[in-house]
């Protein structure tokens, strides 16, 4: 005998393609459709949370070669140690290629949640994320895993008072 699988169809942006846990018709999904649907509404806030992100990152780079110049310059004595160690050219604060950052959209739902959870850091938030269909939902349908909470903590706290006012706007 052969097994089937019943396939569903998903009817909007927030719909389960998962079989065994549907998305629930909780106020999270609404929330979450809200959220989705202003982000189309409102592509510059995406902009916006790009922008942030790009000038917490120009000054984690400013810090990080700070840091190394100084380490630099305390082992000016030992150059056969600076010599073993990789020269580069003069910094510069344009960012290149690295890491990938968590998505803008992914940003603006997670600053939404921290209006709506108070917090995102507590226990509590970070169980309520860790077990909502709704947000896994999401999130397989774009083939991400949901990021640490010190990395949504660091991204939701890069955006700019002049982008949370955006969006308060656009609500």
Known sequence: ME??????????????????????????????SEVLEMSRRHPEILDSIRKDQDAVAIKKKELRQ??????????????????????????????QVGRPRMEAELVLIFLVLRGD????????????????VT????????????????????????ASNETREQIHRAQ
Do not use: W
């Open 3 to 32: 097994a089937t699988m019943i396939k569903q169809i998903p009817n909007d942006s927030v719909c389960s393609s998962n079989l065994f846990l549907p998305v629930p018709d909780t106020n999270l999904k609404e929330l979450l």
């Open 66 to 95: 700070k840091d190394k110049a100084y380490f630099e310059s305390k082992f000016e004595a030992l150059p056969e140690i600076l010599s073993e160690v990789e020269q580069t050219e003069a910094p510069s604060l344009y960012l």
């Open 117 to 132: 959870f108070h917090t995102l850091s507590s226990l509590s938030s970070i169980e309520r994320l860790r077990d909502s």
């Open 135 to 158: 947000i896994l939902d999401y999130l397989q349908k774009r083939d991400l895993l949901l990021p640490g909470i010190t990395t949504i903590v660091e991204n939701v706290n890069a």
